[in-house]
């Protein structure tokens, strides 16, 4: 638990926070900040809203015992006493924020005339008044209503006590003023703030826009496409974020260039070295070997004239020779052939492919090898012919030896648009195991085609099979020189 705790805090925020696009993380923080503002102008409000009601309420009270005592006064001398405190009610209707109650000297309430209740206004007998607003939440009461008061105003005829008029502050009318006021307050603040963050979210998108074209820029130097550029944004900041971006796509542009140019250098030097190294072995090694082996069938036809304890001697040794000159002649031959084989530029490509497919079948005769090979002209120069030929005996050597497969389609052909080469070698094995690192075959394969500018790729999945895939421009390198030498021939994958 107690390491558990961590990860689900940092998976908690991960989803809440971190996991959210800089758009969103700038509009939470504006309504955080906006419901901060909110709560805090809440308060300012119901703070505010508590001390007028306080206030209101109490001039309303302060007023209201003057106008009783105006009304005692005038009314007294004109009526008698019951029909002074009958008609009391109805002088003080028009009293705001109070609710006046009549009892007589005994203390019971006396029920307003018929007119006084019939009248419209404000401070009827009960308190009710007909322009009553609508009550405020009782939440939004309580935090505003000031602690009720209740005064006590004596009524007295020809010096006796004939009754008296209670006046209690009635808040209700000023808190529900309030709650309209507040609520059209909040409801023009929230379509306010709603179109706020509609404009805002707009306005982060075309500002956050450059962000994305940034991101999908360096998705393209990642796949190694140096060419792509970004385009300069109004804002100062992201302009010199997509200067930046292009001049160092720039740069790596012209470092993979020169990189490409020096290893066709080199390619090239080895190339020529391997072809003058064939031609010496071919010229020079192969003739003497012709030569020994001559002279030693010479020396074997010789020694029939000797004694038969010395023919025998002789015999074996010249025997033991014409074995060591053989040995030496294959040696020779498959040296010539891995740095370069005697049929390129003399025999079709297709034909050359071919040969080398169904030797494979000869000597594997478990596998089933197939060749596919449509639209392929005789030659595209010796730097093409010997990559596709050196991919295809590395991709069967690697089937052979290390898919365990039964089956292996080689198909070769131009592209539609006549732009490239594409070979691809298909097997059915075992596959190769995640995470196995290249062998040499794998690196010189892919060394020699990117060398011509080409895209090399391998498909695997463990258990379904391998596909190689290699494709080779071809307007590039029509009539370009010799460029690729066998790095690695006859190294295992």
Known sequence: MPQSSPRQRRRFLHALWYGRSVRTQLLLVFVLIDLAAALV????????????????????????????????????QQLPAEQFLAALPAQLRSLRHVRIAVKDAAGIPIAAA?????????????????????????????????????????????????GQVEITGEPADEIAETWENAVAIGAGALLLNVAMIGVLYVLFGRVLGPLTVLASGLSELEQQTYSVRLPRPPARELAAIAEHFNALALALETVRAENLRLNRRLITAQDDERRRTALELHDEVGPCLFGLKANASSIASAAGELPDKAKQSVSERLHDMLAIIEHLQAINRTMLDRLRPMALGHVPLRELVDQLVRERSRQHPQMTF???????????????????????????????????????????????????????VRDDGRGVAPGAPPGFGIRGMQERVEGLGGRFTIESASGGGTCVRVAVPLLEHRSAPSLVADAGDGAQA
């Open 41 to 76: 102008a809440g308060s300012v409000t119901i703070w505010r809203a508590r001390t007028q009601t306080r206030i209101e309420m109490a001039a309303s009270i302060r007023l209201a015992e003057l106008l009783v005592g105006d009304a005692v006064n005038l009314v007294h």
């Open 114 to 162: 018929p007119s006084a209740v019939a009248a419209v206004g404000r401070g009827s007998a009960d308190g009710r008044r007909s322009d009553e607003r609508a009550p405020a939440p009782a939440w939004f009461a309580a935090l505003v209503a000031p602690p009720l008061e209740t005064h006590v105003v004596p009524v007295a005829a020809d010096g006796h006590r004939v």
């Open 370 to 424: 197939t060749l596919a090979a449509e639209n392929v002209r005789r030659s595209y120069g010796d730097s093409i012919d010997l990559t596709v030929f050196r991919c295809v005996q590395e991709s069967l050597t690697n089937a052979i030896r290390h898919a365990q497969a039964k089956k292996v389609t080689v198909q070769l052909g131009q592209a539609e648009d006549e732009a490239q080469l594409e070979l691809s």
